[in-house]
């Protein structure tokens, strides 16, 4: 597909905001979603299918990912283990942290771009104001850059431009590219109405607060959001 980018697409902010920042470039979108019985997979799918309506999408392309669950050891697949609240300030990686999540999903990325004979990979990860996922650093992108590279037939590469941005200066481009925020879903916890707790929800409340905006999701319940 001549000048197509894989956009890895959860149906949260962060990879909203990068699939309108490659579809910006001039790229036709292939739209990859994975689906791992997490949580709020269902939530997640239909925000998907939102924004790829939104974006009009050249293709989508829907990964059943049930394997994450089986191998477990995450709080997003295992609902035995407690989701992490009011923790933004603690130093340890959370329960949330599903182990080389983006390692799988740019593998399996790379094979998807190489068959729509794609050269461009794009991916919402984020060092600067995550939880410290060691899977969301620059370190991480530039090797499994070069991996990649090394392992298909053709010149591959991987995008990650919020990586170095705050949540806030994400809301920024969200607004600059008029990413529709209604459609898409950040909490770990809930499908309907957001926990308010977990740090994907705190993450997003503090990144709308310091960019001095209002959440189409979050904002009526920012009175119960605690722990920034």
């Known amino acids: 597909m001549s000048h197509a ?13 990068c ?10 979108i292939i739209a990859l979603h994975f689906d791992y019985q997490q949580r709020t997979m269902e939530k997640e799918r239909q925000c ?4 790829c309506k939104d974006l009009q999408v050249a293709k989508k392309v829907v990964i059943n990912a049930d394997f994450i669950a089986q191998i477990g050891g995450n709080s997003l697949t295992d609902t035995s283990l407690p989701i992490r609240e009011n923790g933004l300030h603690h ?3 959370p329960n949330s942290y599903v182990p080389y999540r983006n390692g799988v ?16 990979i794009f991916i919402g990860v984020v060092q600067e104001d995550s939880s410290g996922y060691p899977d969301c650093t620059q370190d991480f992108i530039d090797k499994i850059n070069v991996a990649i590279q090394s392992g ?9 431009p919020l990586l170095h941005l705050t949540k806030a200066e994400i809301v920024q481009q969200a607004i600059r590219f008029r990413v529709p925020l209604e459609h898409t879903w950040s909490c770990y916890q809930n499908q309907q109405t957001p926990c308010g707790v977990c ?10 607060q310091l960019a001095c905006a209002t959440d189409p999701i979050y904002g009526e ?3 119960s959001l605690k722990g920034l």
């Open 5 to 17: 980018a894989v956009c890895v697409m959860s149906g949260g902010m962060d990879s909203a905001v």
């Open 48 to 51: 998907f299918e939102k924004l």
């Open 105 to 120: 999903f740019l593998s399996i990325a790379a094979a998807v771009a190489q068959k729509e004979q794609a050269h461009d």
């Open 199 to 208: 740090d994907s929800c705190l993450l997003r409340k503090k990144g709308f």
């Open 152 to 160: 298909t037939s053709e010149k591959i590469t991987i995008h990650a």
């Open 221 to 223: 319940f920012s009175g």
């Open 19 to 28: 699939a309108f920042i490659a579809k910006s470039k001039g790229y036709e």
């Open 91 to 93: 130093q340890e990686i």
